[in-house]
Every structure is written in structure tokens, then in C-alpha cells.
């Protein structure tokens, strides 16, 4: 059976400091998102052994966690990857032209990712998202971990809004944390997810 495993960041904790420390970084990398991985691959073992034995009681909760911790394995991979210390200013190009025709201006999508993750409601995500059905960018809250699969559309930059990304540092001071990240945006890795999202992803309808 296939095992989910813990990314390595590409940087050191400290890295970005610009927006977090690097206590923070180690806390939620090597505890938090490695408790989901783990929570993932139990709940794979677990779904494994309901099936041999043929003792299905327990299946939608143990759908539900799987779902849980393997959305956030992934959110958190791309979120590390989505950040850098050498990141922050705006695109330019396609993808910067691309953001003006789909929110007006780079300006109204930023005031609105912004605005979509310090308004998730408890814990979440706001994410910017490549959908399919219309070909457009879009803004989304994806609440807990779990995602928007009606409309199937491919994250491509996400803000982890979760109190352990920011508590021990901001407090309850959630829009600071958030305007911070913009500083450390990889604005290579966004585009890169664009392009592979853009070229390959199909709508379902």
C-alpha cells in the first residue's frame, strides 16, 4: 500500500521571518503537517482492514477523516512550496495580465484573497484556484481542509488561515499574519501551477 510522507521545506525555519518565525515554521511543518500525513496513511490502514473484514460500521467517519488528513497533506505541501524568502512584489506577464482581466486589477485580487482568508469563519483557507468550467481564476475559502470539488478547481496559491499558523506570533490578529505573507509569495511556483492547471485540467460538465 501506497504511504503519504512529509515534504522537506526548501528553506531553513528561519527562512521567512519576513512573515513568521522560525519556531512557528518548525511547529507547523514537523508536528502539524506531519500529523496529518500520519492521520492519512492510519486512516488508509484502518479503511484497509474495514474492507478485508467486510465490517463497514465505521465507514463514513473513517471517509471523513481520510479526507480531512490527506487535504491537509496537501494544502500544506503546496503552501510551503507557494512561499519563499525571496518572494513577494506581483507577477508580471500572462499570469499578471491574466489576474487584471479576471479581478479587475492585481490590487482587486489581492484586497480579496486577503479579505477571503481573514473572513474564514473558525479554521480554513484561502486560496486562489484555476477553474475549468468557465477558464477563469477565481477566489475560494475552503473551510477545515476540505475543498470545492463541485466545480474541480486546481489550488494554485493558498494562505493557511488555521490558528496554528499564526497564534503563537499575531495573536488574534489574523488580517497582520495575512498581509504579511504577501511578502513571501513564490510568485514562480503560482505560475507554474497555472500554466499545468490551465493546460491539462478539464471541466466536468
Known sequence: MGAYTLPDLE???GALEKA????????????????????AN?????????REKGEFGKLVGLEKTFAFNLSGHVLHSIFWKNLSPDGGDRPNGEFGDRIAEDFGSFDNFQKQLTAATTGVQGSGWGVLAWEP???KLIVEQIYDHHGNVGQATTPLLVFDAWEHAYYLQYRNVRPD???????IVDWN?????????????????
Open 20 to 39: 513568521m518565525t522560525g519556531e512557528i515554521l518548525e511547529l507547523h511543518h514537523d508536528k502539524h503537517h506531519a500529523a496529518y500525513v500520519k492521520g
Open 177 to 183: 499574519y495575512v498581509n504579511k505573507l504577501w511578502d
Open 133 to 135: 468550467i468557465a477558464q
Open 189 to 205: 511556483d503560482v505560475i507554474a501551477r497555472y500554466e499545468a492547471a490551465k493546460n491539462s485540467a478539464k471541466p466536468l460538465i
Open 42 to 50: 492510519d486512516t488508509l490502514e484502518q479503511l484497509a482492514e474495514i
Open 11 to 13: 528553506y531553513d525555519y
